[in-house]
């Protein structure tokens, strides 16, 4: 009976360990490559898996949020992939370095040109975009992903609270605009932050290397701990079954 408990124990701490490493439920995403300043302009990538076993991606189309255009967006090259950009006018121009912009980019299609993105895989579609606003502090995108066996799955749900929908819309999140996000500041001002950052550096990079250090210790002291559970489990198991034998 002991030795059965304690691999019914044994098997609830495997399952355990296995539900934590477990990856969370993907979907269509935008994340920035580096920093997405409010002002300022940023590349984004919307990463898009596959999440059937017998159907191939084979097209995504992003709507971009009507309530902040964006003037500029540029697509990168995808190989395998042909990418349409919309227009669409705006019901108010927008002002852009002196200049009044009376459209803007409505929605991004990327269609494969071969077997799109095949079961097990994922894909990224980069964009550079700006002017980012300033009142806000996240862009919604609406996309739809397309599979070869003509299923469409709308990732087009705003979160509301704290649970997450199910097919939620990727959400940009926008960070602190920086004093040099439209390109502009004198010499003086330039010189002035270059001095201040060598005069910081070292302290920066003492604290760098102390956050390092700390988060390699932590995630060794983690993985201790797990090699030591699951070999107290493994004793605990054969030594019941000892007791039991003898």
Known sequence: MK???????????????????????????VQPEGEAAKGGYAVIDFKVPNERDNASTTKLEVSFPTDHPLASVM????????????????????????????????????????????????????????????????????????????????????????????????VLELSAATDDHHGSGSDDTAASDNAKSESSSGATGTAAASADSSDTTARVLGIVGIAVGAAGVAFGVLAGRRRTSN
């Open 75 to 170: 697509p990168q090259p995808v190989d395998g992939w042909k990418v349409e950009v919309t227009k669409s006018k705006l019901d108010k121009p927008l002002e852009l370095h002196g200049e009044k912009i009376t459209e803007a980019v409505s929605k991004v299609t990327w269609t494969a040109d071969g077997k799109g993105i095949e079961p097990g895989y994922f894909q990224k579609f980069p964009l550079s975009v700006g002017q980012l606003p300033e009142d806000t502090d996240e862009l919604v995108f609406k996309a739809l992903q397309t599979y070869s066996n003509k299923e469409v799955v709308r990732w087009i749900e705003v979160q509301e609270g704290d649970e997450e929908p199910e097919n939620p819309a990727p």
């Open 3 to 29: 030795a059965s408990r304690l691999s019914v124990v044994g098997a609830a701490a495997g399952s355990a360990v296995l539900l934590l490493s477990a990856p969370a439920f993907a979907h269509v995403s």
